[in-house]
């Protein structure tokens, strides 16, 4: 069968990551005005959440296919009671011309929110928060330029999101963390402000900060870094751990590669992708758009699987995940998309982060909610009261 796939279309996802800090860089100045935080308390300020969540659980149904076997469609089904939620950070997408966009859930937000975190809700309760996010075309300005730009405005917005929900919403659950690009990027500000080491870190059942230039910790451990309490993840039923990755084609040059890149503070780019909890090589499970004009009546995205594989290595000091196609039927319609999303050499395959492992992620949330509700088990109804009988 011929494998009709092509990367999603996020827009320009943040790629232009030429303009994204890294941990311990000089920050730029912070905005001139005030900061008044978004009433979250407002559903129209979440993208997603418990009760309002159709661009979470929407056209979502998968067929799945791989080298060897016919393919199957996968009905979508949001958990009714999950034990566990998610708060995700999308990334750049925003085409609005100002510098930061605006809380309105675009088109191009609604998109990107459905792609990377509406599975999440057959897992988790998912939180998605509107924030006041560095538009598309604030960065290419500010590229053009050789400019900065301050990151606080939706630093603060997040971190006002997080305690909204926190106060109004958690009421003691387990949280999984997961944002991508510039959302990955205020993610890590956030748990070094408000989770590491922090009472928040005991609902910590896992962070994903997909596309992330670099997480440092030291040689040979797992934490000490960035984070200072909050380990990488070593196993897939681990929790109160993060995974974190920057995806390149195995047989990219390492030269001046944006994420995992090389740090000159004494620690390393930390690597940990859900495809390999373990270390090591994994296989793959990408979910993919099916282009429109090839619909044919089949489900909006397909899981490719059997098709890929990747791994953490780290060359020269600059560690990331690196992808390699087998052999088979899919492996020239696969080089091609790979192809097209990899642009551009140093950003390599960033656009596909997420999607790329979006099945792994399924499965390590699987192992991780098996953990936590072993240690957190949901408290025993209270039996109602026997009425004494009338004599």
């Known amino acids: 069968m011929r494998l009709f796939l092509r990367p ?21 100045s912070r905005p001139a005005s005030g900061y008044t935080a978004p009433d979250y308390s407002n559903p129209a300020n979440w993208v997603c959440r418990p009760g309002a969540e159709t661009v979470c659980t929407a056209n979502l149904d998968a067929e799945v296919m791989a080298p060897g076997k016919p393919p199957r469609t996968v009905r979508f089904q949001p958990a009714a009671d999950p034990p566990i939620d998610c708060f995700y950070a999308y990334p750049t997408v925003s085409l609005q011309e100002t510098p930061y966009a ?35 075309p604030a960065l290419r300005r500010t590229m053009a330029n050789h400019g900065q730009i301050s990151w606080e405005l939706p630093e603060r917005d997040l971190l006002a999101a997080w305690a909204f929900y926190l106060q109004h919403d958690n009421h003691g659950r387990g949280v999984v963390l997961i944002g991508h690009s510039q959302g990955t990027i205020l993610l890590q500000e956030l748990m070094a402000a408000a989770v590491d080491g922090k009472p928040a870190q005991a609902l910590l059942v896992s962070a994903f900060l997909a596309g992330d230039p670099s997480l440092g910790v030291p040689p040979g451990a797992r934490v000490g870094g960035t984070f200072k309490h909050i380990p990488t993840c070593d196993s897939a039923a681990e929790t109160g751990c993060v995974y974190v990755w920057g995806t390149y084609r195995a047989d990219a040059p390492a030269t001046d590669q944006i994420f995992g890149a090389a740090r000159k503070d004494g620690l390393v780019s930390a690597c940990e992708n859900p495809a390999a909890p ?32 990747g791994e953490c290595r780290n060359f020269s000091g600059r560690n990331a995940f690196r992808v390699t196609v087998l052999k088979g039927p899919y492996a020239k319609t696969a080089n091609k998309m790979l192809d097209h999303a990899a642009r551009h050499q140093r950003w390599g395959l960033h656009p596909l982060d997420l999607t790329l492992v979006k099945g792994n992620i399924l499965d390590v949330l699987d192992a991780e909610t098996a953990t936590w509700t072993k240690a957190h088990p949901a408290p025993k109804p209270t039996p109602l009261p026997v009425a004494n009988k009338v004599p």
């Open 8 to 28: 999603l279309p996020l827009l320009v996802l943040l790629c232009l990551a030429g303009a994204l800090p890294t941990r311990g860089q000089a920050k730029p």
């Open 102 to 136: 605006s809380m309105t859930a675009s088109p191009e937000v609604k998109k990107v929110v459905n792609a990377q975190a509406g599975l999440l809700t057959a897992r988790c309760r998912v939180y998605a928060p509107l924030y006041r996010q560095v538009t598309v």
């Open 278 to 309: 373990a270390g090591g090589s994994g296989a793959l499970k990408w979910f993919i758009h099916r282009p429109s004009d090839q619909q044919n009546g089949k489900t909006h995205w397909v899981e490719v699987r059997g098709v890929l594989t």
